[in-house]
């Protein structure tokens, strides 16, 4: 339930950095637990993991200014 919750945040368009850093917190303990429990082969561990990435990436992105305009 807490992958599903942090995986909706992290693809939230309008979702600001807070609730970025609360998706990537969530999945770190998520893939934790989940490691600790089930074994990093387990297909629901290897998803959760999956989607911390994505929220990792998606948190980069939002946190890296973009260059102003003109500027390549």
């Not at 339930?1 to 770190?28: F, N, P, Q, W």
């Not at 934790?32 to 959760?48: E, F, N, S």
């Not at 990435?53 to 973009?66: F, G, I, M, N, Y």
């Amino acid at each position: 339930m807490r992958k599903i919750y942090a995986k909706a945040l992290s693809k939230d368009a309008g979702a600001g950095l807070d609730d970025l850093h609360e998706a990537v917190t969530t999945l770190e303990d998520a893939a934790r637990i989940a490691r600790r429990v089930m074994g990093g082969v387990h297909p629901l561990t290897v998803d959760i993991e999956t989607a911390l990435r994505d929220a990792r990436a998606a948190l980069r992105a939002r946190e890296t200014p973009s260059p102003p305009p003109g500027v390549a």
